[in-house]
């Protein structure tokens, strides 16, 4: 069942949002050559904890990190370990704070030092890609709608739309309903409705869309080994449009 938020507790997401929105911040300048993932999920653990929160990644059905932290053809959920960043990587870093248990959820892909034309490219349309979806959150409008938005962009820009993975609803679980695909067909799937809190978040690739996952049994990663971004907000459904809560 999709549920509506109350005021409060759409105040408590808009918290946990910005906590969330608050790490990324933090984080971006120690994202540099040299430093290891595992360094940067101690800091983003520790600095939740100071805000009042908890990493809601942290045991989410065992995964190990606080943080997910994929690098170059990495997809989704890479665990922070001692790899070390390198001039010309990219990293999507996925957050997750759980605040007087209400969640936020936001990812953003990030560059490491200088990074080529084809990976400016990738972050570039996957940032825009995400927005594009948004733009169809409002009463009335249909799941399929976001779908369809983010997956005619990302065709138009020769993007492999990832399928398997999809966006979500977000409240006292990390994962509610509805499931928020990249793709879709306008006018169809769930009606949105004011007080409905989702996460959109476009997973696309520079070469084909497949991916696999690694014997770790959590990171996916693209088929071909070709760079992948991934760019996520959680919003909230008003009146009239959406209100991002994982911003400013």
Not at 30 to 51: H, N, P, V
Not at 122 to 127: D, I, R, V, Y
Not at 169 to 187: F, R, T
Request: glycine share 10%.
């Amino acid at each position: 069942m999709i549920s509506i938020k109350s005021e409060r507790e759409i105040e408590l997401l808009r918290k946990a949002g910005k906590i969330v929105y608050q790490t990324h911040q933090y984080l971006k300048p120690y994202i540099r050559e040299g430093i290891t993932t595992k360094q940067l999920d101690r800091l983003a653990e520790d600095f939740i904890r100071s805000l009042g929160a908890t990493p809601s990644f942290k045991g989410y059905n065992g995964f190990p990190g606080s943080i997910c932290t994929s690098i170059n053809e990495e997809v989704v959920h890479g665990i922070p370990s001692n790899r070390k960043l390198k001039n010309g990587d990219i990293i999507s870093i996925d957050i997750g704070a759980c605040y007087k248990g209400y969640h936020g959820d936001s990812a953003w892909t990030y560059p490491v030092g200088e990074i080529d034309e084809e990976k400016k490219y990738l972050m570039k349309h996957t940032e825009e890609a995400l927005y594009r979806g948004l733009k169809e959150i409002k009463p009335g409008n249909r799941i399929g709608d976001i779908g369809h938005a983010v997956e005619k962009y990302a065709h138009e820009k020769k993007l492999g739309v990832v399928l398997e993975l999809c966006g979500h609803g977000v409240g006292l679980q990390l994962h509610e309903a509805p499931d928020v695909p990249n793709y879709g067909v306008e006018k169809t799937g769930p009606k949105l409705k004011e007080g409905m809190v989702i996460a959109v978040e476009p997973m696309l690739n520079i070469g084909s869309p497949d991916i696999y996952m690694l014997e770790n049994d959590w990171t996916i990663v693209t088929e071909d080994h070709r760079p992948s971004a991934h760019f996520e907000h959680t919003v909230v459904v008003t009146k009239d449009g959406c209100q991002i809560l994982t911003g400013e």
